[in-house]
């Protein structure tokens, strides 16, 4: 949660009456996060928006499924090479990684949602790695393109209308919800005059008033399972709100990423934190600059985290074998580090062209199906 947004007709306080010029009541609708104790926003729509029908329901992605145990080892998988369906994003996300806390899935849409689409489970964070569009949701409108974050809230109301370009998100589900992290804010809870972020850097909803689009279904994603709903009036007939949950496209080229002399931890690259996770943003910057310092990263035992890299675009100087979209899973128990000869021929550099997403997670991550069909099965070799 950023800070506090209010758009369109508000009453003057909380709970209180907020009548159209006929005299007709709006109807308040509150979302909550942690119960009633965390942050919230308010909505007021023209009709009661909890008048829905139970209705068939026809969308949706299918919940991860793990395969069976394998042994300890690193792993690369090429979802360059998974191939789009071409259906909407409801429908086209595909899990490759998961655990209690966070599902790591690419989503391949090829068109608009034809539903309204709520997810009862979790936040949901998505990198676009091509692509772009409109994030539609009741409470404005989103814009994001190639090399954006966006943001979507656990209980928002919302679709999808991609532009006519290909697409390729990087999706995290985060079950446990998702934050910036704490150290980036003052007591306050306003950004940090030295956080890599600012608060002009998010890119907000643009409240456009109550709209009718014809759509009148909602797909409710609850317990891993799609559900649906069916609405006689419009969804979106929203005319006001207020309140510091609302969706955002960030640019990861607006992280601000700091360096030293000597090579920095990558909780320093920290983005989003989430229950048992980190997200970071690796983007392009000078490296460290003691004249003895080893700008590669360090060899490391992962034993508290599972590391997983999503690689945009760049010189990957520490791996070998890896290309735009390629996923690179360290689990704990196994130590990691640069590929031979990356290490030592790290010395002297002065900057990095990287562009990548990093997710750290605390319990350790099943793979599905999907992920085994585009493994490469030489890569904890290719170490040796």
């Known amino acids: 949660m950023i800070d506090r947004m209010a758009a369109g007709e508000l009453p003057p306080k909380h709970h209180v009456a907020l009548r159209d010029g006929a005299g007709k009541l709006r109807h308040e609708e509150c979302l909550t996060r942690a119960g009633f104790d965390g942050p919230y926003t308010i909505l007021y729509h023209r009709e009661r928006p909890h008048a829905q029908r139970p209705a068939e329901v026809s969308r949706g992605f299918r919940a991860p499924l793990a395969v069976p145990p394998r042994p300890l080892r690193k792993r690369h998988y090429r979802t360059q090479d998974l191939r ?11 899990p490759l990684l998961f655990n209690e ?5 690419l989503v391949l849409p090829g068109e608009a949602d034809p539903v309204y689409v709520l997810n009862g489970d979790g936040d949901d964070l998505y990198f676009v790695a091509e692509g772009g569009g409109l994030l539609r949701t009741a409470l404005g409108d989103v814009r994001f393109g190639r090399e954006d974050y966006v943001f979507v809230p656990k209980g928002l109301l919302h679709r999808f209308v991609p532009d006519p370009l290909p697409q390729r998100w990087l999706s995290l589900e985060c079950l446990g919800g998702l934050s910036l992290p704490r150290q980036w804010r003052n007591e306050s809870g306003q950004l940090r005059m030295d956080a890599p972020l600012c608060h002009r850097d998010f890119r907000r909803p643009t409240f456009v008033g109550p709209q009718d689009e014809g759509i009148r279904e909602i797909a409710v994603k609850r317990g891993g ?10 969804p979106l007939d929203v005319v006001g709100w207020d309140g510091a949950v609302w969706p955002f496209a960030l640019p990861i080229l607006a992280f601000q990423p700091r360096v030293g002399q000597v090579h920095l931890p990558p909780t320093v690259h920290g983005t ?4 048992g996770a980190l997200v970071c943003s690796f983007v392009p910057r000078p490296v460290d600059f003691h004249p003895d310092a080893v700008p590669c990263p360090y060899p490391h035992s992962s034993v508290d985290v599972d590391e997983i890299l999503f690689y945009q675009r760049g010189e990957f100087t520490s791996r070998r074998g890896i290309a735009p979209g390629s996923v690179s899973h360290h689990p704990a128990g196994v130590m990691h580090g640069p590929h031979p000869g990356a290490y030592e021929g790290s010395v002297g550099a002065r900057e990095t062209n990287e562009l990548a997403v990093m997710l750290d997670c605390y319990r350790p991550l099943a793979a599905t199906a999907a992920a085994l069909a585009v493994e490469d099965a030489g890569y904890h070799a290719s170490f040796g």
Do not use: I, K, N, Y
């Open 84 to 94: 789009a369906s071409g259906g909407p994003p409801v429908d086209a996300r595909v």
């Open 101 to 105: 806390d966070v599902v790591l899935s």
């Open 225 to 234: 399972a799609f559900h649906g709903f069916r609405q006689e009036t419009p």
């Open 272 to 275: 989003f934190a989430a229950r």
